[in-house]
Each structure stands twice: as structure tokens, then as C-alpha cells.
């Protein structure tokens, strides 16, 4: 069984996977008490299922980007329980996890989240070999420099205001995706964080640091 953990920004997730269904999963919005509330959601999830930690036989997390203190905070609570108990970690950036949502076409992709100070965290994917495949390009932009940036019919998904959704839709190359595609849900992290973990791809606790989007200073929280 294996725990996901995202805390990339305030939309919080946590999952259980077995690697044949999601035995529990459990997504909400946090007003910055990230510390409180994850470590009593893994154990609400753990008990929802009969299971305790000692159950666990790998960690998965989101990596980022997004806000400098919640990526800490969840990274700090998913290397406390590999290394308390002797367990693997696999780290998945956070915008790979809200490509997963979509089903895969023809389009090209922008993954994006709020990356705080009213900016965007945003990656550009495009479908390739049965999965969205990282064109590598991470920028940190605003909602009229995404806008401008999009030339061509492009999928846009993930945390989008309703001001920043509307003013996507005056351009006519936006395809969005629907705000329940769009939601960062984190069965699909223990998805992929399960696939690596089976290929043997885990990741060092000791010196996983979280991925922080610069545009002058860290992205905040």
C-alpha cells in the first residue's frame, strides 16, 4: 500500500493506493493550517482503511512547484514516515499530476497552479507513448502572459480562478478543462508515484529538496 501526500498549495490531498484501486482518498481546501491537518487526514485515511502506518510499504509526494511552505511541510511529513519506517519515497513534480487528470489528444497542454501574488506556475506538455509527456518548460506567469503565449489550440488544467478562467476563454485557441479535470486530485499522484516505485525509480530522503518555481524570490505561500 502506498501513501500520496500533495501539499503543493492550499487545495491539500492525500490518497492510499494498492496498486489495483484507490482505497482512500480525501482532497480539501486549506486556509494555511497544512501542519495540523495533514498528518490527522493520513491517519483519518489509514483508519478509513483498517490500516496503520507500519501497513505502508511506500511514500508518494508531490515536489512542486508551488508554495514554498506547504511543499515543506509535506515533504518534511512524507520523510518522516520513510525514514521512521524504513520505507521508499518517490517524488512526482505537482504539474505532472495535473496532466494525468486529462485524457490524452492531439493538443498540447498546459498544466498551471496558483503560484501565489496573483502568477502562475505553469508546464507545457504534449501527448506522447500512451501518457503526457514534460516538454521540460516551467514558467512562472501571469494569466495575460499565459494568454498571450497561446497561439494555437492548446488544453489549459488545473487551479484557475473564475476571473483567470474567463479571461482565458476571450482567447480563442483555450480549450479548458472542466474545473473536475482540472481539480489536482491525488489518486492520480499515487498512480504515478506507484508506477515509479515498481520500475525501481525512488527518490534519496536525505537530499529531496522541493522544486521552487524563482521569479525573483520564492514562490510564497
Known sequence: MLLAIDTSTRAIGVALY???QVLSAETWISHNYHTVELAQSVADNLARVGAVAGDLEAVGVALGPGSFTGLRIGLALAKGIVFTQGLPLVAIPTLDVVAAAQ????LPLAA???AGRGRLAVGWYEAGDGQWQSLERLENLTIEELAQK???PTLVSGELPKTARERLKENEDVVPASPARAQRNPAFLAELAWERWQAGKTDAPATLSP????????IPG
Open 18 to 20: 494498492d496498486g489495483v
Open 103 to 106: 485524457p490524452r489528444r492531439a
Open 112 to 114: 498551471v497552479l496558483q
Open 150 to 152: 497561446i497561439t494555437s
Open 211 to 218: 522544486i521552487y518555481l524563482h521569479r525573483g524570490d520564492p
